[in-house]
Structures are given as structure tokens and as C-alpha cells.
């Protein structure tokens, strides 16, 4: 028998992946937190259950080959350009910065030019998979923050391909001339520039034929080869296998096929990252960590307070408010899981030692195990820092009885042009600058700043208005205006919106006369629909509405189900149905009459009335004639209904001896 330490190694590997995913989630821990511990654990400098780490780092890379394919096929030009200055003017600023500061702090300690340039590289990234999962687990990534931090997390992802570009200039390997590096990033720019060529004419039509095939087997390895491939075909321009995979990923990006591709390669992503986060663990030295623990814990200490600085710089740019600052820089404090491959890379062409390697790479995942608590205090350190600062100047001196809208968002834009419509006065106000700015050059009474803040609120008036609206994505800015307003004005009536059914009762305890819950209303919408295709009456309809939204939407919140409810629709279920019909001049029904249709033998429905205009004809005469404009009332059961209208519009109607005579219209 063969040996095979790389089965062993598999085994070791998956087993762990498994017993920590599965903690993981039962702990509310990130994934990624507890892959990088078990990494240490299993390693070398651990248990030992690995040894040999060079197995391993094979499969590490192609998980960073499948994570840079991934970003790719989300960086499409739609999704970039809605993130717009978040993601060019955000992440610009803070990548420079804190590569710039970093620089600086290392050539204060002696570094070499090239090593300080390095390491700003290094800390210049966060963590996309930690902060994302994390803000997505707490409702927060539509909130001004989380777009802010996205915007931000996107820049830095599209920036590992150019570092990696950098790393073996920086090391000596390739030469550093400008005319070279010209040469070199020029070259690369034809690359992307004949990727996107491909994009618009050639891989289209193949991706085209993969899915007319319905082979589920080509979709997979359609995926696959345009990943393994795309990376394979850049190191044999001598550039690195990440930055053709994420080639790959752009050039599918912009075609119709990418979600398909997503989801091909979802349980591959998923395999080959855990097994990169696994290696990363193993790959830090717990004796030189432990060596060197006062020197990490420092660094640590000292990178998260700098890159928090920074990206409160970098968020004031973008003139946002000082909360969402402190919210996305505590977000965006740690070290990114890119910076582990810029890591190993410049340990790899000889730019950094093995000292050093360890330090950064037990310094990263030091921050990379902050970052669940750093995220779920930073609502706390905001609401710390930004008190309220008194009253404000009024925004219209003698504003009262007025509607004070709090996030211009579509639930916003759409109440602002109906009150207007109602001749109804009414002030916005929202966190977003470019939104406010818009509003503002289309003549909207709309303010840029935080609701959350008393100062904010009494400028708009809160104490003399009539109505609240808060329609927000930060659930936990959601509660607090609420709260503000309630204390503010006691008399107020406070309208909240929320994504989530669960925050209803929250949000009522915090003061909300009214709580609407997307999710919830969604439901009573899907029904409503439902029921009017069953032909249910619709005042039986509007009360089984009425019946769910009643206490607060207790029916779907109890555990076991309403019985007043179940039981009165399936009372009016069980009777049968009735529905209108308005006859056109295009249907087979105009110019017939009632004998002449047949509607009851052919489907069993019956016109019980005909209203014509003013005239109601209540049991009307088989001899009477149908004209168009006429509306009939037909009760049956839903399927004969059904069947009745396909007759009345033309589609299957018989003709009767009593009608023999009459022209078929329909």
C-alpha cells in the first residue's frame, strides 16, 4: 500500500473544519475566528496533527484563487457604480492614508524604504469575510455604516491585485526603473482591457451554449476552467494565479450567467477558504508569538487604533456623521485576510524574515479575534462620543402640525410626493450626502444630519409636529430616534418601519404608536393575491387583513396559530366564491346573452346580477343581452370561475341554438 500523508492531512483538516463550523454557529462566533484558532490548535506549533504545512499551503493557495474569482463576479460595473463614491472617494482615501501612515511609522523605526511600503500595504486591508458575515448577521448591511464599510472593503479588495503586482518589484526580483514598472502595470492594464474585450463578444456566447445544454456537469466545470484557467493563463505571463482568477471573475461579472457561476462554485469557495483560514493558523509559530507576546499585543493595540483613526478621516470625508465614522472605523480596525497573502508573498520573494512574517501574522490574527466584539460595541462607543449638543436653529421658524420624515430612502421619497400632493407640510432628513444633495437641488425640504441626535430632531421641530416617520436600515438608530421623539414629544405620532418582524415589540416598547414590518406585510400582500385568485370576496379579503394586523401582528408572532382566523377563512372558502367581470367589446360575451353563453352548464358559475350604468339587474333573464361596459357578478366555486371567465373573454365558448345566429366576437 501506498502511502498517502496528504489523505491524513485532508482528513485532519476537514474533520476540524467540521466540528468548528458547527461550534461555531452554536456559539455565534464567526467562521472565520474559529478556523484561524483551530488552525493553531492542529498545527505545527500545536498538536502537531499537522507537520508538514506544505500540503497544506497547495490548497491555501487555490482558496485564495476561488475567494479573488468570487470578488470578481461581484464586482460587476452595476453594483461599483452605485457604491460610486463610498468605494473610489472612501476606500481612496483610507487605503492611502493608512498605507501612508504605516510607511511612515516604519521608516521612523529604521525600516528599509521597501519593507515600510510593504507592511502599509499589509495594513492597509480589512477583513471583507469577518465584517460582512458580521454586519449581515446584525441587519446592518444597508444601514449608512454598512454601506459606508462596504464601499470601503470593495476598494480594498479590488487593491490586492495591483499589491500582489508589487510585491516582487518591491523585493528586488523584478527591476523597480519607472519605465519597468510602467511596462509592467501597462501590461497588465492590456490584460484587463482583453478580458473585458472577451466579455462583451466571446465568453457570452460560450457560457450561451454551456446553459442551453442544461448539463448541470458543464455548468460546474464550465466555472471551474474559467477560474483554474483564467489563473493558470496570468502565471504563465508571469504574473500570480490570484489576479487571473480574478480576471476570470470580471469577465464572467457582466454577463447574465455570473449567479448560476455563484452558485456552481459556492461549495468549492466555501472548501478551499476554510481550508486557506486553517492554514493560516497553522502557519503562525505559537513559540515565537509567545516570545514575542508583549511586542504583538502592542502592535496589535497600536494598528487597530490607527486604522480606526483613519477610517474616521476617511468616513468625515465622505461628510458623513461622526456616529457612522466611529462605527465603520471600529469595524474596519483589524487585518484583512488579503494582507495574509501579501504576507506570505513578500516572505516568499525574501522581502520580510521569518521574524517578521510571524509578528505580522500573529498581529493580524490577534485583531481578526477583536473584531466580533469591536462590532457589537461600536453602536455603544458612538452613542458615547456623539452626545447631543442642545438645541438647534430651527430649519423654518413657526413650523408646526407638520410630518417629519426620517430617512429619504424609497419608503421616504414616496411619503414626501404624497404629502405634497395633500398640500400637507412636511421636513426630511437623512444621513446620506449625495441623496440630501439631490433632494436639495430639486427644491425638497430635506436635512443632512443624524436623527439619533436631540439637536437634529428639535431643528426639524419634533416638539410642535404631528407625525413621525421613520423608515431607517440601522435597526439599532431605528430604536434610539424613537426613543428620542417619544421624550421629545409626547404628543408625537410615531410611524416606524422595520425589515425585521422580530424588532416589533422592541420598537413599541421604545415608544412607536405604529410598527410596519416589511417582512410581515410582504406576507399579508402574498394573501391578499392569493385569496383574489381564489375569487374570495373582498370584503372577506380586507377582513382576514384586518384580522392578522390586529394586536400588533400577534397572529404570526404566537407560536401556535389563531383560530378565529383559520376558522373564518375557511368558512369563506368552503362557501364558495363570487367575482365581477367587466365585459369589453373584444369579448365573446359582448353582443350574447345569458341563454345564449350557457355559462352555467358549460362551468357551473352562475351571474347572480348585471349592473349596466345606473341599472341593477339582480337574477337577470337568460334573454337579456350583454353589451360592453357591463358588469356581471358571478358566484361559484374558484375552478368554475376560472372557467367562466376564459368563456366570457372568448377563449372557450360554445355556441347554443339560442344564439346560433350571433357573429362570435372574442
Given at each position: 500500500m501506498h502511502e498517502m500523508p496528504l489523505l491524513h492531512d485532508l482528513v485532519v483538516l476537514f474533520g476540524a473544519a467540521l466540528a468548528v463550523l458547527a461550534l461555531s454557529q452554536r456559539l455565534k462566533v464567526p467562521p472565520v475566528v474559529g478556523l484561524l484558532l483551530t488552525g493553531i490548535v492542529v498545527g505545527p506549533s500545536g498538536l502537531a496533527l499537522i507537520e508538514e504545512v506544505d500540503n497544506v499551503e497547495l490548497f491555501a493557495e487555490l482558496g485564495v484563487v476561488f475567494l479573488l474569482f468570487i470578488i470578481g463576479l461581484e464586482l460587476n460595473f452595476e453594483r461599483l457604480k452605485k457604491l460610486g463614491r463610498l468605494l473610489l472617494l472612501g476606500g481612496g482615501v483610507q487605503a492611502v492614508a493608512t498605507a501612508a501612515a504605516v510607511t511612515g511609522v516604519a521608516l521612523a523605526f529604521g525600516f528599509p524604504v521597501a519593507q515600510a511600503l510593504f507592511f502599509g500595504f499589509v495594513v492597509a486591508l480589512s477583513s471583507t469575510a469577518i465584517v460582512l458575515k458580521l454586519l449581515q448577521d446584525r441587519g446592518e448591511l444597508d444601514s449608512p455604516h454598512g454601506q459606508v464599510t462596504l464601499g470601503i472593503l470593495l476598494f480594498q479588495d479590488f487593491l490586492i491585485v495591483p499589491l500582489l503586482l508589487m510585491v516582487p518589484v518591491l523585493a528586488g526580483k523584478a527591476a523597480a526603473s519607472p519605465k519597468l514598472l510602467l511596462i509592467r502595470f501597462g501590461g497588465g492594464l492590456l490584460v484587463v482591457l482583453g478580458v473585458?474585450?472577451?466579455?462583451?463578444?466571446?465568453?457570452?456566447?460560450?457560457?450561451?451554449?454551456?446553459?442551453?445544454?442544461?448539463?448541470?456537469?458543464?455548468?460546474?466545470?464550465?466555472?471551474?476552467?474559467?477560474?483554474?484557467?483564467?489563473?493558470?493563463?496570468?502565471?504563465?505571463?508571469?504574473?500570480?494565479?490570484?489576479?487571473?482568477?480574478?480576471?476570470?471573475?470580471?469577465?464572467?461579472?457582466?454577463?447574465?450567467?455570473?449567479?448560476?457561476?455563484?452558485?456552481?462554485?459556492?461549495?468549492?469557495?466555501?472548501?478551499?477558504?476554510?481550508?486557506?483560514?486553517?492554514?493560516?493558523?497553522?502557519?503562525?509559530?505559537?513559540?515565537?508569538?509567545?516570545?514575542?507576546?508583549?511586542?504583538?499585543?502592542?502592535?496589535?493595540?497600536?494598528?487597530?487604533?490607527?486604522?480606526?483613526?483613519?477610517?474616521?478621516?476617511?468616513?468625515?470625508?465622505?461628510?458623513?456623521?461622526?456616529?457612522?465614522?466611529?462605527?465603520?472605523?471600529?469595524?474596519?480596525?483589524?487585518?484583512?485576510?488579503?494582507?495574509?497573502?501579501?504576507?506570505?508573498?513578500?516572505?516568499d520573494n525574501g522581502l520580510i524574515s521569518n521574524t517578521h512574517y510571524q509578528v505580522a501574522v500573529a498581529s493580524a490574527v490577534l485583531t481578526m479575534l477583536v473584531t466580533p466584539a469591536l462590532v457589537a460595541g461600536a453602536p455603544k462607543v458612538a452613542a458615547l462620543l456623539t452626545p447631543g449638543q442642545g438645541p438647534a436653529e430651527p430649519v423654518e421658524v413657526g413650523l408646526k402640525d407638520h410630518v417629519i420624515i426620517v430617512g429619504y430612502g424609497l419608503s421616504g421619497r414616496h411619503l414626501a410626493r404624497v404629502l405634497k400632493a395633500a398640500r400637507t407640510r412636511y421636513w426630511a432628513v437623512d444621513l446620506n450626502p449625495t441623496t440630501v444633495r439631490e433632494a436639495q437641488a430639486a427644491g425638497e425640504p430635506i436635512l443632512f444630519g443624524d436623527a439619533t441626535r436631540r439637536d437634529i430632531l428639535e431643528s426639524l421641530g419634533v416638539g410642535r409636529a404631528r407625525v413621525l416617520s421613520v423608515a431607517t436600515s440601522d435597526p439599532r438608530a431605528l430604536h434610539q430616534t424613537v426613543q428620542l421623539a417619544r421624550r421629545l414629544g409626547p404628543q408625537l405620532h410615531i410611524i416606524a418601519r422595520t425589515r425585521q418582524l422580530t424588532e416589533i415589540e422592541g420598537l413599541h416598547r421604545s415608544g412607536a404608536d405604529e410598527v410596519i414590518s416589511l417582512e410581515f406585510e410582504s406576507s399579508i400582500e402574498i394573501a391578499t393575491r392569493v385569496l383574489t385568485r381564489l375569487h374570495v370576496p373582498r370584503n372577506i379579503i380586507r377582513a382576514q387583513a384586518r384580522l392578522l394586523r390586529q394586536d400588533g401582528y400577534q397572529y404570526l408572532r404566537s407560536p401556535a396559530p389563531v383560530e378565529g382566523i383559520s376558522r373564518k377563512a375557511a368558512e369563506a372558502l368552503a362557501a364558495g366564491a363570487t367575482d365581477t367581470f367587466l365585459v369589453s367589446s373584444d369579448h365573446a360575451a359582448a353582443g350574447r346573452s345569458l341563454r345564449g353563453l350557457d355559462l352555467r352548464n358549460q362551468t357551473g358559475a352562475t351571474v347572480i346580477a348585471v349592473v349596466r350604468g345606473d341599472e341593477h339587474h339582480t337574477n337577470p333573464t337568460p334573454d337579456l343581452r350583454l353589451e360592453a361596459g357591463d358588469v356581471l357578478v358571478l358566484v361559484g366555486s374558484h375552478a368554475e370561475i376560472d372557467e367562466a371567465f376564459t368563456a366570457l373573454e372568448g377563449r372557450a365558448v360554445a355556441t347554443t341554438g339560442a344564439d346560433a345566429t350571433t357573429p362570435e366576437t372574442g
Open positions: 473585458f474585450i472577451l466579455a462583451r463578444y466571446l465568453l457570452p456566447k460560450v457560457l450561451a451554449l454551456v446553459a442551453h445544454s442544461r448539463v448541470r456537469e458543464l455548468s460546474v466545470i464550465g466555472s471551474l476552467f474559467a477560474c483554474l484557467g483564467g489563473a493558470l493563463v496570468t502565471e504563465s505571463l508571469g504574473f500570480s494565479l490570484a489576479l487571473g482568477s480574478f480576471l476570470a471573475g470580471l469577465l464572467i461579472a457582466d454577463t447574465e450567467f455570473h449567479h448560476q457561476v455563484l452558485a456552481e462554485t459556492a461549495s468549492f469557495r466555501d472548501v478551499f477558504t476554510s481550508i486557506f483560514f486553517l492554514s493560516i493558523g497553522m502557519l503562525l509559530s505559537l513559540e515565537t508569538a509567545l516570545g514575542s507576546l508583549p511586542l504583538i499585543l502592542g502592535l496589535s493595540v497600536g494598528l487597530v487604533v490607527l486604522k480606526a483613526v483613519v477610517v474616521l478621516g476617511a468616513v468625515a470625508v465622505l461628510r458623513y456623521p461622526r456616529r457612522t465614522g466611529i462605527i465603520a472605523a471600529l469595524s474596519l480596525a483589524q487585518i484583512g485576510e488579503f494582507s495574509f497573502v501579501l504576507v506570505k508573498a513578500g516572505h
